[in-house]
Every structure is written in C-alpha cells, then in structure tokens.
C-alpha cells in the first residue's frame, strides 16, 4: 500500500464508484507483467508470440469498432468554453462530470482497478511530471509499462516529495456480473475521452485503443502539457526528435512535427542514402521543448515506447524499427497473424505469407482477401500498431536519456498534400515559420476514426491535440519566439513527401531519400547555399538538393520542388477563410504574414 495520502484517497474514491472486485497497485516489474499477460492469454485479448521469432511478445486484436483515436468524442471541458477555443469539443465541465459519473458507477464490477503511477519524461528531471493511471484494462497496463517509466521507481519519487500528479482515469466501460460473460476486447459503444485543463485531470471511457486509452500519451504529453506549457512558459507538440550528423562530423538535432500517420516514426529512424551522413533516434512522437540557460531551446521525448503505424514498415522503409521490432518485448495490435505465430502487416514484405490471419480473425490470402469477406480487404488494419521499447532501437542517440534535452536546430512542419506544398521550403522568419505550422494542412489518415483522405487545416499537426484555445496557442508560439534572441532560436522548415502528378503517383520517392532534404536543411542553417524567395517560402536552388544518385527525372524534381501560382491562387483564400474561422484570439502576426505573402504573389 502507498504512503502517498493524495493517491490512496483518490484510488478509494474511484474504488468506491466504479466499485472494482479487486484493486492492484503496478510496480512494472517482469513478474508483474507475465501475471498480466497470463491474464489476457485467459480472458482472449492476447495471444503470445513465437518466443523463438518474437520474444516476449503478444498479438491483440480489438473490437472492429475499436481501432483509432475517436476526435468526435473527445473533450476540452475548460471552465470556459472560450478557453477551449472552436477546434475543440466542449462541455461544461460540471456537466461532463456528472454525465460521466453515471458511466462510471459500478462501471468495474467483475474487474480489477490498476493502478500505474507513472512519470511523463525523466523521474530526475528538475521538474517531473507525475501521472496515476487508474484502468480496469491490464492490456493498458502491459502498453504503459513500454510508453512510460511507470511502476515502483515513478512511485517512489512521487512519494518522496508528496508530488503531486495528474490523476488519469480509465475505464473500458464493461462491467462483467458473470466472469463468462467477458469478450476478447471489452469496450463500449459510448465513448468519451475527456480533459479538465484547469485541473490538470484526465477521465477516459469506453475505448481500449491507443491515444484513447494510453493516457500518458496524446491526453497527458500533448493535451495537458499543452496548457502546462503555456502557463509555464513551454511547448509541448506532436514531433519527433533526431540528431543528425554531416560528413564533416558536425551535429544538429532537428524537430518535426507531421500530423498523424504522415511520417514521423519514418523520419526520425531514417537511414540516408547519402554518403557520410547518420541519423540518430531520439523521438518518434511527442516532444517537449524549453528553453536552456543558454537561451537555446530544448527537446526532450516524454515517452519509452514506439506506438508505431505498422503497415508500410518494412527493411526497405524502416530497417531500424524492423530491427527495434525483432528485439521482441512488443505488443501488436490489429495486424495479420502467421501460422508459425509472427505477426505481419502490408509492406513488411513484398509477397504475403501463406496462412494468414487477417485483424479481425479471418483465414486471408493474398489472392482471395479474407474468407467471407471483401477481396481487396487488408490483412492488418490500416491504423495496426507496433508497440515497442524504445531502447530497441539500434540507432538511439545516447542523448535520449539526458534529463536536459538536447539542443534544437530545426523544427520542420509537414503534411500529406497531392498539391500546392513544396517538398521542402524554408521560413523567412520565426513568425513566418509559425504561419507555415499554422496553416499547415493535411488528408486525414487512418489513425482517427472518420472519413480518410479529407484535407483539413492542423495547426503544427496539432489539431487534435491542442488542450486550450488555439488562437491562444499560436501567440504562445509567437511569444516562445520572442524568449530568446533571433540567431539562438531554430529555424523553421516546411515540408511536403506527398506531393503527387496528375495520376496520383508520388512524385518524391521518400522514405530515406528524405535524407537528402535534411542535408538541404543543414546547408541552409550554415548558410552555404542560396534560396528562391516565394509566398511558398523560401525554396531550393536549382541544383542545390543533393540528387545524385536519385531516379528521378529533371521535370518530376522541377515539380515536387517548384512553386505553383496556380495552386497557391487557390489556396490562399482557403488559408485566409481558415484564421478567420478561429477568431479575434489569433496573433496579428498571422494576418501580416497573409497579407506579406498576398502582396508578394500580386506583385510576381
Ligand atoms: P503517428 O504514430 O500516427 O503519429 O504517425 P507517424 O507520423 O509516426 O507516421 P509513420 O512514420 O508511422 O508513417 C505513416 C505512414 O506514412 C506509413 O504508412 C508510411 O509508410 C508512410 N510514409 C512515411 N514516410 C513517407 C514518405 O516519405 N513518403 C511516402 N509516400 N509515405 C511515407
Ligand atoms: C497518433 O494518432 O498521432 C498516434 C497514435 O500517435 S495514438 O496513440 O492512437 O494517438
Ligand atoms: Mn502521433
């Protein structure tokens, strides 16, 4: 029992709602998590890997209505609604409250209450933030003992000082009166996954899925640290983290920040294909970024864990998170299933196995999809996971366990756009290249539920995570570029792999030719090459993006690189219609940035 008076009384008043027939405090321990895993093995949730192909590993598949973050149930409930701002769901939060509290009554009978005390970021950072999941899900609790530093030691630190935390409650929303009637992946129809921003409080309910139930992740090191970021005076944003070194020895570390599925976990283990130069892994998600002493700006990754898209992730795209992968100590979600117990998914290799077992259960072959099913159905579901120790990664920088970060050369913005967006241009000043995160835009993916394909507006690929008033969170940025002196401050980048010709092929190749984009990167932060200045931004000189060696033709490069009046004459109005759907909160500087670039395109 923890000595931790503000966490015992909390747990025995949930305890006493959701009425659970058993409370377990985690210590993260591997003893602990054999327990959990026999557990799911018993109630179906899992299956264990081949030990001698994938040690210590384990399949789940979800509920088919289960599979991705549900943004149409998910909730800022700031006392006042103007502090959520109009790209957020809202509801009063006493009223969410006492709706939820309903949810909540009796809502883990027949189950147990877990409770993993957690910490987002380093236990001896100057500043730790502390979490408490309580969940009636142990699937939740194997997935955070990868994601977080949870267990014993977060407990400890936290009991040390009385720390206080942010309480994180879960529950899949299905009591079980008779343990038979339990299903493989409990979960309910009625979702809602629910921030108090002012007192720093998560509640979730009714989903066992990713961003939705791994409370540490999207909820706690985007949402709320948002807003502890903005009273704080920090950032915390949805980007990876690298450290990248030139032939000559020298490093930078860059940031990026793609919105979901668009290429983050990609970039941030990429092996370039240009000679001499390396990347190192720090992040593949989520950074938090603050000033130093030095008036620089730091990043560190909050998370331990991959929670990889997994189709698409093969030795040809990813090596490096093939191989973090084979280490084993992984949780996979919603991919195919071998018969020699592997898992597979689209795009790990060229051909599909024979015998597989598709996400939701069904015998599936290359050739005839899944039986009973539609032909043409993937095997894994387009939005299946990887989750995987971090530490696995063959190319980890030393640097990711130091406390301080590392210091912050670029921040590169990006989206999935067929059009209108260079593949790489660079801002002409801080306030530019927060235009550029700010109308970034992008086709909606797999990883929400929704419609796929649907370009919308996300804000430094935030839209969904932004725990406060978005205008608010654009001067938040335009002040984090006034903290410091210009020359310390990153320079700030946009990029684009999805630019696409009339037939819809992908006109870059990607993947680890994005190489050769990060090298244009570095030779603009030394200053060693020129630019061409367009209201799309700043953009390579002929001849400057290293291609050698690239198929590529001379009119596909001229058309993934070039600026195009046309395109850009359709969307800046589009640009324009969008700040002025946020209101009067958003900073001047946006409107002078539109109307530089406005001028700029009347006078070319
Ligand atoms: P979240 O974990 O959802 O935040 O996604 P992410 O941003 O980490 O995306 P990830 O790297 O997992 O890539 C998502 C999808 O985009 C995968 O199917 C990749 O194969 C594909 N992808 C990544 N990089 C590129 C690229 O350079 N070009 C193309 N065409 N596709 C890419
Ligand atoms: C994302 O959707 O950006 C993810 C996956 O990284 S989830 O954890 O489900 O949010
Ligand atoms: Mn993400």
Redesign the pocket.
């Known amino acids: 029992m923890p000595h931790h008076a503000g966490l015992v009384k909390w747990v025995q008043e949930v305890a006493a709602l959701t009425r659970p027939a058993a409370i377990h405090y985690c210590d993260g321990s591997d003893t602990e998590y054999e327990t959990f895993v026999d557990l799911l093995v018993e109630s179906g949730t899992v299956v264990r890997l081949n030990e001698e192909i994938k040690p210590n590993s384990v399949y789940a598949r979800t509920d088919p209505d289960d599979v991705a973050r549900v943004e149409d149930s998910t909730f800022i409930c700031s006392v006042k609604e103007n502090d959520a701002g109009p790209t957020n769901n809202w509801m009063d939060p006493d009223k969410m409250k006492a709706t939820m509290t309903k949810l909540y009554d009796g809502c883990m009978r027949g189950r147990t209450l877990y409770v993993i005390p957690f910490c987002m970021g380093h236990i001896d950072a100057a500043e730790p933030k502390f979490g408490v999941e309580i969940t009636d899900s142990a699937y939740v609790a194997i997935s955070m003992r990868i994601m977080t530093r949870m267990g014993a030691e977060a407990l400890a630190a936290m009991e040390a000082t009385e720390a206080s935390f942010v309480p994180a409650l879960h529950s899949v929303g299905m009591p079980l009166d008779d343990p038979t009637d339990d299903v493989p992946w409990p979960c309910n129809d009625v979702k809602y996954i629910v921030h108090f921003p002012e007192e720093r409080m998560i509640w979730s309910y009714g989903s066992g899925y990713g961003g939705n139930s791994l409370l540490g992740k999207k909820c706690y090191a985007l949402r709320i640290a948002s807003v502890m970021g903005r009273d704080e005076g920090w950032l915390a944003e949805?980007m990876l983290i690298l450290k990248l070194t030139s032939p000559e020895g020298r490093s930078y570390h860059v940031c990026a920040a793609?919105?979901?599925?668009?290429?983050?976990?990609?970039?941030a283990m990429l092996e370039p294909t240009i000679e001499g130069w390396s990347v190192e892994t720090l992040g593949?998600?989520i950074a938090w970024l603050r000033f130093g002493e030095d008036g620089r700006l730091y990043a560190v990754n909050p998370e331990t864990g991959l929670?990889?898209?997994a189709?698409?992730?093969g030795m040809d795209?990813n090596p490096n998170a093939v191989a973090a992968i084979e280490g084993g100590n992984s949780i996979f979600t919603n991919v195919a299933l071998t018969a020699d117990g592997d898992v597979w998914w689209e795009?790990m290799s060229r051909s599909a196995p024979p015998n597989l077992t598709d996400w939701k259960g069904r015998p599936w072959t290359a050739r005839g999809g899944p039986e009973g099913g539609r032909l043409g159905e993937k095997a894994a579901h387009p939005n299946s996971r990887f989750c995987t120790p971090i530490e696995q990664t063959p190319i980890l920088s030393k640097d990711y366990n130091n406390p301080a970060g590392v210091p912050v050369d670029a921040i590169i913005f990006g989206g999935r756009r067929q059009n209108t967006i260079p593949l790489v241009a660079q801002s002409r000043s801080w306030s530019h290249g927060v235009f550029m995160g700010a109308t970034c835009s992008s086709e909606t993916t797999a990883?929400a539920t929704g419609a796929v394909g649907v370009l919308r507006r996300d804000p430094m690929a935030m839209l969904p995570f932004i725990g406060y008033h978005v205008g608010d969170y654009l001067a938040h940025w335009i002040e984090m570029g006034n903290s410091t002196t210009h020359d310390k401050l990153p320079k700030i980048f946009y990029v684009n792999?999805?630019r696409r010709d009339a037939d819809g092929r992908?006109l870059w190749p990607?993947?680890k030719e994005?190489s050769r984009v990060l090298k244009w990167v570095v030779e603009r932060i030394e200053d060693r090459v020129g630019v061409i200045d367009t209201p799309a931004g700043m953009l390579p000189q002929p001849g400057d993006l290293d291609v050698t060696g690239l198929d590529i033709t001379d009119a596909d490069l001229a058309a993934v690189i070039g600026y195009s009046p046309t395109e850009w004459a359709d969307e800046l109005p589009r640009i324009r219609r969008w700040l002025r759907s946020l209101g009067s909160k958003v900073p001047v500087e946006m409107d002078d940035e539109l109307w530089l670039i406005a001028e700029a395109m009347a006078r070319r």
């Open positions: 949805h793609f919105p979901s599925a668009c290429g983050k976990t990609n970039l593949d998600d929670f990889g898209v189709p698409g992730t795209t795009g990883a792999w999805f992908f990607g993947f994005n």
